[in-house]
């Protein structure tokens, strides 16, 4: 749904009157605010406040904003209204958005919002809960116009007029055959032009479909990729059971750009904004790939522990080590999320895994022999040419060994059903600093005489 804000909102006077409890002035406010201005504020307040804010606008009003709000967000003001408001809200959502609210709550609640609806609104509900979580029939709309391809465009459009209240979008309209078997679909735009005596499977043309069991974000790529207004959901016989629009599919993109986003960094996504996100749930999402990352670091520590007599010998070793994986490990990282890209694009797949290895071979090459290169002569300046040897040829090794690594570890994620956002950083970082080490200390024992 499109949102709207308004230049005549003064978020700083709203946010007084909202903390100071004028609620009259608060009211004013808010009626001057445009929708996303309200959904970003909402999005930035402790959750006490979410609710208040909610309570001074109509029920019109309450409904645009709630529906635009974030599931985690939503969530979180449920648990603060009272269970009449609650009902009101969650009976006005489309089936798909129902569905996202649900997954975010405990059963008990869930169990008394599904039981309040009507028994036609129960059944679309239940339709996109019996999905499986990160399918696309999750987040589908199951109310669609479905047109006969032996329909008249007079009574396609009669058909069109009579559900335009039910449905979620009427731009795009599946065509079907007797046993509800999608055979093309038709825009709107060639329903208006054509003579009202046409058969609409005459103006079909084929249809991109997506399949209610598989991801979420692979149907949404397809829409995005093929700029569909929206896509056909059907199930593994082709037949009808929902429509993915564009801004549910651009909604899925949003949230799957996020989730790799925040895992390559190391984290688990945050469900809300930032700010109405309690600081526990922000240690959550990190604390588990700090351990993660830290017991990878003790491979480290032990490459050290084996190479100490090393270092005692040449103590300058240890100057290059903060410099040489960190090279590595920013160069594997470049590398998985290059591939990590690709395959979320379908440029690539794990069959492609020879020819992965090929080019981020000869990238790692390319870029180790520049910055070995340029490692040489500056070490080579400051300390010793043999000293410039060692740093040059470990900086080209891996390089190599780094980019390599870095493209194929996405795909053995993929391969094991993995996530590769998720699977890759930890991996890279522990493969690389401790075969980096391991690497630099032999090739230091082989040209220093160690």
């Not at 692979?218 to 082709?238: H, I, M, N």
């Not at 960094?265 to 526990?280: K, M």
């Not at 060692?390 to 059903?417: D, E, F, K, N």
Request: net charge negative.
């Amino acid at each position: 749904m499109a949102t709207t804000t308004s230049p005549l909102f003064d978020e700083g006077a709203f946010t007084d009157a909202l903390s100071s409890g004028d609620l009259a002035r608060a009211q004013a406010f808010a009626e001057q605010a445009g929708t996303s201005d309200l959904v970003s504020l909402l999005g930035r307040r402790p959750s006490y406040q979410q609710a208040v804010l909610f309570r001074l606008l109509t029920k019109d009003r309450a409904l645009e904003v709630f529906e635009n709000l974030d599931a985690g967000t939503q969530a979180r003001l449920v648990s603060r209204l009272q269970d009449d408001e609650v009902a009101s809200v969650f009976t006005e959502l489309d089936p798909d958005d129902r569905v996202g609210l649900l997954d975010e709550l405990p059963a008990k609640i869930t169990k008394r919002l599904m039981h309040g609806l009507s028994p036609a609104e129960r059944e679309l509900t239940s339709v996109v809960l019996g999905y499986p979580d990160g399918s696309v029939g999750r987040r589908m709309s199951p109310e669609v116009v479905a047109i006969r391809e032996d329909t008249t465009v007079g009574a396609a459009l009669t058909r069109v007029r009579s559900m335009l209240d039910e449905v979620e979008t009427i731009y795009t309209l599946p065509v079907v055959d007797d046993h509800r078997r999608v055979v093309g679909v038709v825009g709107l735009r060639d329903l208006l032009r054509a003579d009202p005596g046409t058969v609409v499977g005459e103006l079909a043309r084929a249809a991109d479909l997506a399949y209610a069991t598989e991801p979420a974000e692979v149907a949404a790529r397809r829409c995005a990729s093929t700029k569909r207004l929206a896509l056909p959901v059907v199930d593994s016989e082709q037949r009808l059971v929902g429509i993915l629009t564009v801004d549910d599919a651009l909604a899925v993109l949003e949230a799957a750009e996020s989730e790799d986003q925040a895992r390559q960094g190391g984290a688990e996504p945050l469900r809300s904004p930032y700010l109405s996100t309690p600081v526990w749930s922000i240690v959550r999402s990190r604390v588990v790939w700090l351990l993660v990352l830290a017991v990878g670091a003790t491979l480290t520590v032990q490459v050290l522990e084996r190479f100490e007599a090393t270092l005692s010998q040449m103590v300058v070793l240890s100057v290059f080590i903060p410099l040489l994986i960190g090279t590595g490990g920013n160069t594997g990282n470049q590398a998985a999320t290059t591939v990590t890209r690709a395959l979320a694009l379908g440029d690539v797949r794990p069959r492609d895994v020879l020819r992965i290895m090929g080019r981020e071979a000869l990238v790692g090459l390319s870029l180790g022999l520049i910055l070995g290169g340029l490692a040489f002569a500056i070490v080579s300046l400051v300390y010793t040419v043999a000293m410039g040897e060692v740093i040059g040829l470990t900086m080209l090794l891996m390089c190599t060994l780094a980019a390599v690594a870095g493209g194929v570890i996405p795909l053995i994620a993929r391969l094991l059903h993995a996530d590769p956002a998720v699977f890759s950083n930890p991996f890279i970082s522990t493969l690389i600093d401790a075969t980096g080490l391991i690497i630099y200390f032999l090739i230091a024992k082989a040209l220093l005489g160690l």
